[in-house]
């Protein structure tokens, strides 16, 4: 992972770690309350129906007072007018009123009536629960709740129910009325329901606020960091430019001071020495004199190779077609291979700085065919194309090694690749059915004109 990777890193995953762990933290705060609210709701619910069913007792016992307290112990008279009162006292379908003595006997039951008269002391709901036993318990206890499952009349269906029981002590007697609570369940269910939606609805919108919020922040730290690299390859550009121009004067200064200089004087020397060895007295100092002409020529034609390949005086004199020609000529001479060139739909309007690069190119390349091709033939087009100067080194060596990638190339190659991006253009290097071949293209921006347009 590389550096500006490392730093996107740092600054985007804090923001996506908070962002998720804000999220979860609201979601599961949120189920917490939903749970926390479904079971005050339901617990609401159950004490509504406990206050309701224990009102309609205190119905039910008003409106048998006045029976019961002048009755006696055993007036079956009053017995059946209150049993008669109580199975009139029904409320909605499944409201009703039920009475049994403490032996379980079923005295009342106006929904039910196969249970009247019959004992059903050891009767089990579902969950296992004796039911009259429990109710009779409750209600000799003073009264009371028990929740238990029993059959609902109106469907028929075994449904969860809340009674409310009290003892009548003259008689022996349990009186008391129940609701059922599928309801409840009902209700909550729909709270439930309508919870979890408003909790999706929550997550939604911090998602979106969330992601919005960290694809700003990730785009933000993306195009600083690409405009920190656009900027950092820019300064680098125009470093490397700067080495290059550098590079360059100093090429044409001390080719200059070569050719004007050192070389100017050398050949003075070697006038004053032939001249005295056209006054030598004697053969022997006259061939030492000769030989030692021969020596100064010698270093007189290297001096000023050297002054060429530091600054052809030829690309600025004749144009860029020319100085590859005579480079071409003289490497095909020195190294003895093949050579074909094509430069016939060149037009040379290339810009000094951009014309110098072309021709670094090309020496560049030649010094690496020379190298490492190990080539017998060579072929160097350089043509025009639209505005866009374009050129092609091409040769039949030992191509690319297997494995080549462009982390693998040279100083050299480097090189070629640094000059021809100064002018937005394209170095392609790639491998033939035998040997290299290197592709250099040119923008329309490299051409003279523009190049004086952008100085102006």
Known sequence: ?????????????????????????????????????????????????????????????????SVYEGAGVD?????????????????????????????????????????????????????????????????RSGGGYHRYKWQKPSTEAVADKISYVVALPKWGWVLGTGAYLDDVAVQTSAANAALRERTRQSFIIVALFAVPAVVIVFSTCLYLTLDERRMADGALKQLTQRVIDTQESERTRLARELHDGISQDMLGVRFAMELAGRHAET?????????????????????????????????????????????????????GLAL?????????????????ALFRVTQEALNNVERHSKATALEIRLWSENGRARMQIADNGLGLP?????????????NIRERVAHFGGIVIIGGTEKGTRLQVMLPRSAALADAATKAA
Do not use: C
């Not at 499944?94 to 050891?122: E, I, K, L, S």
């Open 1 to 65: 992972m590389t550096f500006r990777s490392k730093i996107l890193v740092l600054a985007v995953g804090p923001l996506i770690v908070v962002t998720l762990a804000v999220t979860m933290l609201l979601t599961w705060q949120s189920a917490k309350l939903a749970r926390s609210n479904s079971a005050a709701f339901e617990e609401a619910m159950l004490r509504s129906k406990e206050g309701e069913i224990a009102n309609l007792v205190s119905v039910a016992m008003s409106s048998i007072q």
């Open 340 to 356: 074909t060139m094509d430069m016939e739909t060149f037009v040379d309007d290339l810009s000094p700085d951009a014309r110098t």
């Open 75 to 139: 007036d079956a008279a009053a017995k059946e007018r209150v049993a008669a009162i109580l199975n009139s006292l029904d409320y909605g379908k499944d409201g009703y009123f039920f009475v049994y003595d403490y032996a379980g006997n079923n005295v009342v039951h106006p929904r039910q009536a196969f249970r009247n008269g019959r004992n059903w002391m050891t009767l089990v709901d579902p969950d296992g629960d004796r039911v009259i036993r429990e109710l009779i318990a409750a209600a």
């Open 402 to 414: 297997s494995g080549f990638i462009r982390q693998n190339e040279g100083l050299g190659l480097q």
């Open 283 to 335: 053969t022997e100092l006259k061939e030492a004199i000769d030989e030692s002409v021969k020596g100064l020529n010698a270093t007189i034609r290297e001096i000023r190779e050297i002054s060429h390949d530091l600054r052809p005086r030829v690309l600025d004199d004749m144009g860029l077609a020319a100085a590859i020609k005579n480079l071409a000529e003289k490497f095909s001479l020195r190294t």
